[in-house]
């Protein structure tokens, strides 16, 4: 006996299985329409090879696989294709998504296939290469391409190969039922993923509900390496991650995915589907659905076409719709309802469940919660779903992600056993949505950051290009300009002197251009503006000079006197130039001249005033106030001599400016 | 076509969440009868004044609060919280003491906090210090004494009349102090020996006080059998108290013996009734064990040191502080994971 190990918490619902595993499983029959979705399983859509109008046989691909994670569609049964439009899939969010529509015509005529007697006359790459053409894609769940699934990544050696049969989920029976009539085919698809894995060992984890469908497989095996593992019974056993752990006592790691531990699940009805599509080169077009609930009458299993739509199967299997009724496709714990019934079944469709009110009650109003911890105890993942629903009511996403919300897979076990009736598995899908809209947001933004940030670079990067070229541009217009002068000042010369060495030319271009660069207005200004600054400062230092070093003074006073004179010198050229300085003041005006010689009288009168006050009351001021005396005259005098040249520069300008009139006129 | 559009899961256990008061409340019964018997009716009428009061506040924050009134008193959670403190208080407490202690539960401790599910403080709990602090007098004196010790015990209505003070009893000649809180005091003067000869100790452990919790416990394990909660947090503080008063109160003669600890106070109910309030307890198993473990560490400190003779409300009330980062730290392993994550933030 092999050794099992067990998981967190599970619980046990009422299975409600005999409704529908007592009965062998049914041809469902050919419906007048079947709508083929081309998207049935994860990744992308397969794409057309039909169009409107055209004659299809049973098998024949109408849409083949596009892209890495993509699976073939085939017709599930001949006939003409009438449209190929959106209609409502079987998915959660009751979505659209583009269908196939074929009118049968009740013949059922096969295409041409190609069966294989022996499947180790094939190659591994061969059979992985029927089995995608058979577009099978996982019919326990969440339908991965098969084919793909059986060439794991990164060279990974799968050791354990597991055929997952527990079928925890309460009133479906399609695997149950299935194994228990075609254990064969079970086996024989077993053994064709194991020849092309070549696994040290091959399981079969069933639960111990199912005694019959054990037996069958014990039987069907008896030859065999396989390994048939009977577990207990406890939801969910049959999730991937709990049955592995049950199997090998080893867990897959967070975030990652079974092959990375060297184990591989596949389910039961994909077994059966290898099987048909390397032994008879059978596509998968129909699957085993179990039909069951109080609101069908006719409750068991039936081998149904892949696009039947739900509405034509419950019609002819005594649906009874109740007020309040429930119809769910797949099981009652993580199935999902269907809100019409124009809806095609597909290969994941593995239960119709048509529940009365009484079966399925509505929720009753949620209550709050109390922590009383009985989620955590039944977590499979054994994570803490009352803090996590705490976390995603307050959107504290964050601490939600930290206490492992993505490692929740949405079993139903916790809001099953909440006595408050806390729809808390509708939290965790709700904070998983956010979390991911965050991320994708964070994408986003940080994306559109770089650009941003990349944009402003660019144009950075242009601007100093610009500037580049802009500058060699100038230097070698500058050049070029030079060098036409030079050569104009040589043509110059040599038209004056004649003939004159041409060795010479360079040299007195050179001389010739250096000293006699143009003169500007702006270099004028300049200039005049150093020696204004220079003014200033000599007349302060000659001031300064007056009061204590006389001899200095003087030398001072012949330095104002040349200063005044470049001031007056430059102001003149500036006007000469052009009328530059007219607009721009060379130094202040008349009327600021005469209002500073009227201040520094005034000041002047009143420092008289206070001597003579001082002379009379406070002789120790006498001497201080004698020198601002002194000093205070000079400056009358400064202001004066000021505004005489002011009023002198000014008559000439006008005179200048009055000639060009008067020559004029 | 009618059909109802619902997220999974579909299938619904049994469990409610009023089932589960009422089934607290229903496994209170046998110690409510263990205390009558022995003590007198005064735990039976302050057990119906505690509810009663218990309601009629409820139902006064609800109508402020405007919820709806029969949703929430359907809970039963103002119940259990009136029930439990008329099994705390002192049987022959005077009314108006129950009163505000339920009162202040209910308003204060549970509502202001946001109602059921919300208050991070245990409100039976926060109710009983608050009088305890406030009317130490009529909370230490109004422990009935063991009936049968008493010449003429008192009637039903004499013991309402005392309660609610319009009786003209003697009460001191119907009260006692507590076994703990005697044993306390005179083993400093006295020996083991002596100091049991006290009537009040009876023939086994404490009078009376020993059926009492022996009713509590078969209630608790009752509820732990019907997983109602889980072991951890009863078995750890009970083990905490014991290795507490085997480590410190070894030798009879000096200290409080670990009997006198587990079976003449509050202990049981504390530990199974008071102590498992999911509410204001830590979550995880791991959480659960350390929080109840300083249960029992902290009652047997403040009993053997403090000035009070019981202490399970003040060590609840301040495991009640410890829950939240007791949480923090005990995050379980989750499927996986090499090992668990601990701390507010993933190290990085």
């Not at chain 1, 099992?4 to 595993?21: A, L, R, T, Y």
């Not at chain 1, 808390?424 to 770089?450: C, M, P, T, W």
């Not at chain 1, 100038?474 to 040589?490: D, F, I, R």
């Not at chain 2, 039903?156 to 003070?165: D, H, M, Q, R, S």
Request: with cysteine; charged share 20%; glycine share 6%.
């Amino acid at each position: 006996m092999k050794k099992i190990w067990d998981f967190h918490g599970g619980i046990h619902p009422k299975e409600n299985k005999d409704q529908s595993n007592q009965s062998a499983i049914t041809d469902a029959g050919i419906p007048p329409q079947l709508i083929v979705p081309l998207q049935q399983h994860i990744g992308q859509q397969a794409e057309l090879v039909v169009s409107v109008g055209d004659k299809v046989l049973k098998g024949q691909l109408i849409a083949d696989a596009h892209g890495p994670v993509s699976v073939a569609v085939h017709a599930p049964s001949s006939g003409t294709i009438t449209a190929i439009e959106e209609h409502e899939v079987p998915h959660p969010s009751g979505m659209s998504d583009l269908c196939v529509f074929i009118e049968t015509d009740g013949k059922d005529e096969w295409c041409e296939l190609s069966p294989c007697e022996d499947y180790s006359t094939l190659t591994p790459a061969e059979i992985l290469g029927k089995v995608r053409s058979a577009g099978i894609a996982g019919m326990g769940g969440a339908g991965f391409p098969t084919e793909i699934k059986l060439r794991p990544p990164r060279e990974d050696k799968v050791n354990t190969l597991i055929l997952n049969a527990a079928e925890c989920e309460p009133y479906i029976t399609s695997d149950d039922r299935l194994m228990r009539e075609r254990a064969e085919e079970v086996i024989l698809g077993l053994e064709i993923m194991a020849y092309v894995l070549q696994p040290n060992e091959c399981l079969i984890g069933i639960e111990d509900n199912k005694p019959e469908a054990i037996e069958a497989l014990r039987e069907a095996a008896k030859e065999t390496q396989i390994d048939i593992v009977v577990i207990p019974t406890k939801y969910p056993s049959g999730g991937e991650k709990q049955l592995i752990k049950v199997l090998t006592g080893k867990e897959v790691p967070s975030g990652r995915i079974p092959a990375d531990i060297s184990v591989m699940c596949q389910n039961v009805a994909t077994s059966t589907a290898v099987y048909r599509a390397v032994r008879f080169g059978e596509p998968l077009i129909s699957r085993v659905t179990t039909l069951t609930g109080d609101c069908i009458a006719n409750k068991g299993n039936q081998q149904v076409l892949i696009g039947t739509p739900v509405s034509w199967l419950l019609e002819k299997n005594g649906y009874l719709n109740q007020k309040g009724s429930r119809l769910v496709m797949g099981g009652p714990m993580m199935g999902f309802t269907l809100d019409q019934t124009n809806i095609p079944t597909v290969k994941t469709s593995n239960c119709i469940l048509a529940a009365s009110p009484k079966e399925l009650p509505q929720p009753d109003s949620a209550m709050a919660c109390i922590r009383c911890g009985m989620c955590s105890e039944v977590c499979p993942a054994e994570l803490l779903p009352q803090q996590l629903y705490w976390f995603a009511k307050g959107q504290e996403f964050e601490k939600a992600e930290h206490h492992n919300l993505f490692d929740c897979i949405e079993c139903g076990a916790c809001s099953y056993v909440c006595p408050s009736s806390i729809p808390l598995v509708q939290y965790y899908r709700y904070a998983k949505g956010e979390v991911k809209q965050i991320k994708a947001d964070l994408e986003k933004s940080n994306q559109a950051r770089e650009r941003f940030e990349f944009r402003q670079e660019r144009i950075e990067r242009e601007k100093e290009e610009k500037e580049a070229k802009r500058k060699a541009r100038s230097e070698a217009a500058a050049k070029a300009q030079a060098a036409k002068k030079a050569a104009a000042e040589a043509e110059a010369k040599e038209s004056k002197e004649g003939t004159a060495e041409p060795s010479q030319a360079p040299v007195t271009a050179k001389a010739e251009v250096s000293p006699a660069p143009e003169v500007t207005l702006e270099s004028l200004q300049k200039k005049l503006l150093m020696a204004e600054d220079k003014l200033s400062k000599m007349e302060a230092a000659w001031k300064d000079a007056q009061e204590n070093n006389p001899e200095r003074a003087e030398k001072l006073a012949i330095a104002v006197e040349s200063s005044k004179a470049n001031v007056k010198k430059f102001t003149l050229q500036i006007t000469e130039l052009g009328g530059g300085a007219s607009d721009t003041p060379a130094g202040p005006s008349l009327e600021e001249l005469e209002s500073n010689l009227e201040k520094t009288k005034g000041k002047l009168q009143l420092i008289l005033n206070t001597l003579e006050d001082a002379k009379q009351n406070h002789p120790d001021r006498v001497e201080k106030l004698e020198r601002a005396v002194a000093k205070n005259h000079t400056r009358v005098a400064s202001a004066e001599l000021a505004l005489r040249e002011a009023s002198e520069q000014q008559s000439k300008q006008q005179a200048s400016k009055l000639e060009p009139t008067e020559s004029k006129g | 076509m009618a059909l109802m559009n619902i997220t999974s899961p579909h299938a619904h256990g049994p469990r409610k969440t009023a089932t589960l008061m009422r089934v607290v409340v229903i496994t209170t019964l046998p110690g409510l009868f263990a205390l009558t018997w022995f003590f007198g009716w005064g735990n039976l009428i302050n057990v119906v004044w505690c509810s009663i009061i218990a309601l009629a506040a409820e139902a006064l924050v609800l109508l402020i609060r405007k919820r709806p009134l029969a949703f929430y008193l359907k809970d039963y959670s103002a119940l259990v919280t009136g029930v439990l403190l008329g099994l705390a208080l002192p049987p022959l407490a005077p009314w108006w003491v129950s009163l505000v202690a339920v009162a202040f539960a209910i308003i204060i401790a549970k509502h202001l906090y946001g109602g059921m599910g919300y208050n991070p403080f245990n409100p039976a709990m926060v109710g009983f210090a608050l009088v305890l602090i406030s009317f130490p007098v009529a909370m230490t004196t109004s422990w009935a004494a063991p009936a049968s010790l008493l010449e003429n015990p008192m009637s039903f209505f004499e013991t309402l009349g005392t309660i609610f003070g319009f009786g003209s009893q003697a009460i001191d000649a119907f009260t006692m102090a507590t076994p703990l809180d005697i044993y306390k005091h005179e083993i400093g003067h006295s020996i083991a020996q002596d100091v049991t000869q006290n009537p009040v100790f009876g023939a086994y452990v404490a009078h009376g006080w020993e059926w009492v919790n022996l009713a509590f416990l078969a209630g608790g394990l009752f509820l732990l059998i019907k997983k109602v909660f889980t072991w951890h947090t009863p078995v750890s503080m009970l083990i905490a108290l014991t290795i507490m008063s085997l480590a410190f109160g070894w030798d009879a003669d000096q200290a409080t013996p670990p009997l006198l600890h587990l079976f003449a106070g509050a202990t049981m109910l504390g530990a199974f009734y008071i102590a498992t309030d999911p509410v204001t307890s830590a979550v995880s198993p791991q959480g659960k064990i350390i929080y109840g473990a300083g249960i029992g560490i902290l009652t047997y400190v403040i009993r053997a040191y403090g000035s009070y003779p019981d202490a399970i409300a003040f060590a609840v009330l301040l495991m009640n502080f410890a829950a939240p980062l007791i949480d923090t730290y005990t995050q379980p392993r989750t499927y996986g994971y090499a090992k668990a994550k601990r701390g507010a933030k993933e190290a990085e």
